[in-house]
């Protein structure tokens, strides 16, 4: 069973930093792209970072490029986006997701809070 | 970026009614649609991808179809474990970007 367990979430002030993690189990991480993806209270779906399997390539949208950096440990099975410079507008549920033959979601993990506020 | 809008916002149904929501591309996105289902205070399930594929272990009462700018998902005979939100996604093009969201309630 693909299982994905977020980490790391909770309460930091703007212009802050904060590391997630994701820990993978069920499937061999190595083999596939991983990614994180957001959702703010009550609002959408954004996603927020690819990585390839090797972590020699990564995916950002113009909202967090230069600010957030996605990385894997694959001897780990473990995936982290490092989270700098936060603004109030990165408070979100953030979810680790695994991507499928395309670059579409096939297992999200059950997602960790992080609030930036002061 | 490709802009994905969904209708209805909502929509409330009654149990066993057949059900369709909609989502236009901003332009052509050649069937890279996916389809998640995400029940309140859970996280998204994958239902569709490639517009009308199923993902394993999904109910075949969800079908999707679609090609171009506008694709559908349609839920036949409504059950009561379907009251959730659904989101459209685009992969088709960097950046990756999701529809607004449709919440299906029931009647």
């Known amino acids: 069973e693909v299982q994905l367990v977020e980490s790391g979430g909770g309460l930091v002030q703007p212009g802050r930093s904060l590391k997630l993690s994701c820990a993978a189990s069920?499937?061999?991480?190595?083999?596939?792209?991983m990614a994180w993806v957001r959702q703010a209270p009550k609002k959408g779906l954004e996603w927020v970072a690819t990585i390839s399997t090797s972590g020699s390539r990564t995916y950002y949208p113009d909202s967090v490029k230069g600010r957030f950096t996605i990385s894997r440990d694959n001897a780990k099975s473990s995936l982290y986006l490092q989270m700098n410079s936060l603004k109030s507008e990165d408070t979100a549920t953030y979810y680790c997701?695994?991507?499928?033959?395309?670059?579409?979601?096939?297992?999200w993990g059950q997602g960790v809070m992080v609030t930036v506020s002061s | 970026d490709i802009r994905m809008t969904q209708s209805p916002a909502s929509l409330s149904a009654s149990l066993g009614e057949t059900v369709n929501i909609e989502c236009l591309a901003s332009e052509d996105i050649y069937s890279d649609l996916a389809w998640y289902q995400q029940k309140p205070g859970k996280s998204p399930q994958l239902l569709i991808y490639?517009?009308?594929s199923l993902q394993n272990g999904v109910p075949s009462r969800f079908s999707g179809s679609g090609s171009g700018t506008q694709y559908s998902l349609k839920i036949n005979s409504l059950q009561s474990e379907d009251v959730a939100t659904y989101f459209c996604?685009?992969?088709?093009?960097?950046?990756?970007?999701f529809g607004g969201g449709t919440k299906l309630e029931l009647k």
């Open positions: 490639n517009a009308n």
């Open positions: 069920g499937f061999t991480f190595s083999n596939y792209y």
């Open positions: 996604q685009q992969y088709n093009n960097y950046p990756w970007t």
């Open positions: 997701a695994r991507h499928g033959i395309a670059f579409y979601f096939d297992y």
